[in-house]
């Protein structure tokens, strides 16, 4: 009778759930910590045609953090509830909810090196590359060659399907084999108690998948991605994030099979030890690329401000005074008017004409938007091209017309469309649809194509050339198809293009005016801002005074042609 009197130890022991101090402090961080989560999720998806958002797969991103979350949620409820969650449940969520969750988010860290890969392509792959259709099809050969055809987040979710199964049947097999989840039927094992069902052989497959993702995969993204040095700290997030995974398995571990453990277990239950990091996988997932966008937004507005004052003292000098002095007074500050004509889009324009390949270089390598310049370039030479055939009469040929609509084809396939290309551009939607209706239906359609832009399609396949320069994990096709600003050469099998189509009467030189003034703002607002920061910091380029950019900003006599990175056929700077 003093027994049933006496008040119950609170604790987590599997027995009536609690209610003390620190169950509320368990429910306090779970509802506090979901509210800031989802909102900063809700912000997240917002801005998810932003670039550097758009690169991450804001879809990729969503599934991982709700995954996580919900295995987070349960664990932050396990003091409070008790022994209300059954040993079953947990033992499927365990073994194919949380390990699924985890490869997940370890498929998420992958993008940033295949990001990274796909983007040097642009620049350095060869040019005997040709584009081959899609591999049909179930023969050995055949599948070979589709494997060597994904690019590293395809192939990793590819594993992620293997192992769920394999990892599926198992845990299926173990669940039904073992008395301990039930005591009705099975073949090894007995009936058990709260405490004694969570430990034994069965956990093992689990416990393998875990340590596989997190000390396996995990660390080889880590050291994969180490060199790489971009803008958008999506290195610095991953290794966080990874990083932050470590320590969880192993004092889950611990916590379960250690006598050590017992008196800490009674109030930070074994699975809680997951729970700082999976917080922390949270975090820098939805809230790094956050902080850079309101961070883009301020430099942005920064930027635009100070170019509009400049601009305004200008033309109020030049209103009010003529003649030499008034020159002199203009660029008597010279460091501020200096930096000043370089935030301009002439300095932009001048740089793309003379030499872009350093700012190709920094956009593919820093920024992963190298697209972008490519475009920017093509335009302008093919725009030049359609005033090379005009003139002296201002006429075009049937034949010229129809050549230069065939090159606008190809700069749609591969720059523009979200079926062929591989780096499609960011314009806005009414400015794709009105190309695409002109240009659609006469571009090719590849079997491998993107559906969307920046998803997991073949903008990102290695060859075993890029695995000797560093990107091994991105091994290994040397059938990789050829990049968006380089023409396929003489003799390769390349997708036909509708050669009957008659050309739209439509179609002029102003046909890509919208899509490039979208894309040339967006760079000269992101791009070339950051990349003029980077030249008056001195890091490694300056810009010279006629807008083009040089290497070594002390001078050293070289040559342009000597200054501008050189590229081979195996790729490399």
Known sequence: MLDKLRPRRSGHDYGPSNMDGVAKAYITVCCVWSFLLFCGLAVF????????????????VTCAVLMIHVYLV????LYPV?????????????????????????????RVLSMSVAQKQLMFKPLERSRRPAARGWALATMRRRWLEMCLVQRTYFGIAVAAV?????????????????????VTGGPSTPSTCRVGWEWVP?????????????????????????????????????????????????????????????????AMWFAPSLMTME??????????????????????????????????????????????????????????????????????????????????????????????????EWRESWARAAHPKGVLS?????QLFDEAKDIFAANISLRTSEFPINIESRIYFDLDRMFGSAAPSSPSSVVTPFADGPMAVATSDDAKHGFGLAATSTEAINPPHQAPPPGATTPPFSASLAVPATFDERVFDRAERSVKYMVFTNT?????????????????????????????????EEKRPRRGRKGGV
């Open 45 to 60: 998806l917002l801005h998810r045609n932003v670039d550097f958002v758009r690169m991450r797969n804001a879809s990729v």
């Open 82 to 110: 008790n022994g209300g969650w059954p040993c079953n449940l947990e033992f499927w969520v365990m073994s194919i909810y949380f390990p699924l969750g985890v490869a997940l988010f370890q498929a998420q860290n992958i």
């Open 398 to 402: 049937r034949e010229a017309h129809r």
């Open 528 to 560: 070339w801002v950051r990349y003029i920061t980077m030249l008056d910091s001195g890091s490694r380029t300056s810009l010279s005074s006629d807008g083009s950019t040089s290497v070594g900003s002390q001078g050293s006599g070289a040559t342009d």
């Open 166 to 186: 394999i990892q599926f049947i198992m845990t299926a097999t173990i669940f039904f084999s073992s008395r301990k989840f039930h005591s009705s039927f099975g």
């Open 206 to 270: 689990s416990i393998i998948w875990q340590m596989s993702w997190t000390y396996g995969f995990g660390p080889l993204v880590l050291f994969q991605i180490r060199k790489i040095n971009d803008v958008h700290h999506w290195t610095l997030q991953t290794s966080l994030a990874i990083l932050a995974s470590l320590p969880g398995p192993a004092l889950w571990l611990a916590a379960i099979y250690s006598p050590a453990f017992a008196k800490v277990n009674l109030y930070w239950p074994p």
């Open 283 to 380: 975090f820098v997932m939805v809230f790094f690329p956050l902080l850079e966008v309101y961070q883009s937004s301020k430099s942005r507005q920064t930027t635009m401000t100070a170019i509009e004052e400049w601009e305004k003292k200008r033309d109020e000098g030049d209103s009010m005074h003529s003649g030499s002095s008034t020159r002199q007074t203009c660029v008597s500050d010279t460091s501020s008017a200096r930096r000043s004509e370089k935030y301009n889009m002439k300095a932009l324009e001048r740089t793309l004409e003379l030499n872009h390949a350093d700012l190709l270089e920094y956009a593919a390598t820093r920024e992963f938007t190298g697209e972008n310049i490519i475009f920017l370039k093509r335009v302008r």
């Open 74 to 77: 349960i664990i932050l409820c």
